[in-house]
């Protein structure tokens, strides 16, 4: 279809560098039905825009309510992502008369009734895109502006001191976590559904994992803190150093703390046993085009630890 990125641009006041990813967060799963198509939908961005949505709440909170207890944290964060509010943001960027794409069975203001519709799902999606698309410190600029200080600024108290400072770091570094392991299962696990996304988000923030982690940590300078605490003072050293101390950190943790192909080898188990054929998952999961199959059936082999078939 004919459309015109720009429009959209200027309701959200935000220019993307990839204009398809705008698309993608835009694309109802019935839209990518009707254009036999259904992969290309916004549900894959849902699922990192969560993370991204839920570490821009709580890097506002920890930053200017220090004076509050985290049980005041996990109330405001509730209150920030209800369906009802992402919905009425939506609504107040212009963006429900004609967005997202997709086979409508009923009318708009219709949808927007309901509890979970295309709208609310549709700011989530927005919110990963922006994220994939100009990275972390613009999307929570953006999510400030348009969601979060219209709620809480005007409530804001001139205090510096700290309530819970433990609590908080771990309640900070508990969303950052989520937010390094979804957004590294988004740019890594491609083409598959969300359903698997979550099952491996799962495995990846699990209490095993956490202590394989704060091992990992031990080594590189974690004086015996939990995990979640260590890898939030290492984000906020960063902040201090540097004006994009999520990319840092997520560099880092992939580097250092990630096995990622162990993470590679339990997720095409897992697809195998599901039945996904082995052609599918070199070209669409680990993104080897057709002239580099052979490269890639060599790495598909390798992640498994197996020895590659001579024929």
Not at 51 to 79: F, M, Q, R, W
Not at 262 to 285: F, S, Y
Request: aromatic letters at 12%; one cysteine or more.
């Amino acid at each position: 279809m004919d459309w015109n990125a720009a429009a959209v641009e200027t309701k959200i006041n935000l220019t993307f560098k990839h204009p398809d990813l705008l698309f993608l967060a835009l694309s109802h799963p019935s839209y990518g039905h009707q254009i036999n198509q259904p992969e290309q939908n916004y549900e894959r961005l849902i699922f990192l825009g969560d993370e991204i949505l839920n570490l821009a709440i709580a890097d506002y909170l920890y930053h200017h309510c220090p004076y509050l207890k985290v049980t005041n944290y996990k109330g405001l964060a509730e209150k920030l992502t209800e369906p009802e509010r992402l919905t009425k943001t939506w609504l107040h960027l212009g963006l429900g008369d004609d967005y997202p794409f997709m086979v409508l069975k009923e009318e708009r203001p219709m949808l927007a009734q309901r509890p979970h519709n295309p709208f609310e799902a549709g700011f989530r999606a927005l919110v990963g895109a922006i994220h994939s698309d100009r990275g972390y410190p613009q999307t929570r600029n953006w999510l400030i502006k348009h969601l979060i200080a219209p709620l809480l600024a005007r409530h804001l108290k001139d205090t510096k001191e700290r309530a819970e400072l433990d609590l908080q770091q771990r309640f900070f570094g508990n969303a950052l976590l989520k937010t390094l392991t979804a957004d590294w299962l988004y740019q890594h696990i491609n083409a598959v559904e969300p359903k698997y996304l979550s099952r491996f988000h799962r495995n990846l923030i699990s209490k095993e994992q956490l202590q394989v982690y704060k091992t990992k940590s031990l080594a590189l300078g974690n004086s015996s803190a939990g995990f979640k605490t260590f890898l939030i003072q290492t984000y906020l050293a960063q902040g201090e150093q540097n004006r994009n101390p999520y990319a840092t950190v997520y560099d880092w943790f992939n580097r250092e703390i990630l096995e990622t192909d162990e993470i590679l080898r339990e997720a095409i188990t897992v697809l195998l046993r599901d039945q996904k054929p082995q052609k599918w998952i070199i070209r669409n999961v680990l993104g080897y085009a057709s002239k580099d199959y052979q490269l890639g059936r060599e790495r598909f082999y390798e992640i498994l630890e197996e020895e590659m078939p001579t024929a």
